[in-house]
């Protein structure tokens, strides 16, 4: 009777254990599944993980959150809203976090505008040829004069080998960033220079957190708004005033 007990309870023990363990492995299977279908879609997985929705993952691309059956059958491309939540767009609220993440994760090659009496920063998607972008930099003072710090990080909108490309590497590789990323706003020749700042890694970020056009403005929370927006518009967006 004993030997029986004993045979009993080194099952239960054996099955809990393969349970445990078949639980723990399961994840990293489906994400491998959910990875390789991702690729054959054209899109790469940065981080996978469980959705707002049971039975769905929520996929960090290199084109933006996505959606997808822990099976791999259904796939999901748009915005998730939380109707008990008046309405929370949590899409939002995820690229929102891998924009915090970027904008860390590059602040050290950043061309920054600082203000004298800093009261908020914007961290702006630019492009050295992109009309509104020019506008927005010929206020540089104003934002600065209302506490606004510009941080500004490259998005050439041809892509990674286009023209676009070589003109706004040309600013980042400068020895004066700032004058050259002045000059080159204001319509003037900036000297080609190789370097290694990050330019594809800035415009990677921009095409994962949704950049459709330049200038794409990033706050310190995460939100993005796109397009031009007048200083004295954007201070009552940030409630400076």
Excluded at 30 to 44: E, F, N, T
Excluded at 59 to 88: C, K, P, W
Excluded at 190 to 199: E, F, G, N, Q, Y
Aim: hydrophobic share 40%; net charge neutral; charged share 20%.
């Amino acid at each position: 009777m004993k030997l029986l007990k004993s045979l009993i309870v080194t099952s239960v023990i054996t099955i809990s254990l393969l349970v445990a363990n078949t639980v723990q492995a399961a994840p990293s299977n489906v994400d491998a599944k959910i990875q390789a279908k991702m690729l054959k879609l054209g899109l790469v997985a940065s981080k996978i993980e469980d959705a707002p929705v049971k039975g769905l993952k929520q996929i960090y691309t290199n084109r933006g959150v996505f959606y997808m059956s822990e099976d791999t059958q259904f796939f999901i491309a748009g915005r998730l809203f939380d109707t008990d939540d008046n309405m929370t767009n949590l899409t939002e609220t995820a690229l929102s976090s891998l924009r915090i993440d970027g904008m860390k994760e590059f602040k050290d090659s950043m061309i920054v505008f600082p203000a004298k009496n800093e009261k908020a920063q914007i961290t702006v998607f630019t492009d050295t040829t992109c009309g509104y972008c020019r506008k927005l930099h010929a206020q540089i003072d104003d934002y600065n004069d209302l506490g606004i710090t510009v941080n500004y990080l490259a998005f050439p909108r041809g892509g990674l080998n286009s023209r676009s490309f070589e003109d706004i590497s040309a600013v980042w590789c400068s020895k004066d960033q700032k004058q050259a990323m002045t000059d080159a706003k204001a319509g003037s020749k900036v000297a080609k220079a190789l370097c290694s700042a990050p330019i594809a890694g800035h415009y990677n970020l921009g095409q994962a957190a949704g950049v459709t056009g330049t200038p794409a403005i990033m706050f310190e929370d995460g939100t993005m708004i796109p397009g031009y927006k007048p200083p004295s518009e954007l201070a009552q967006i940030l409630e400076l005033n």
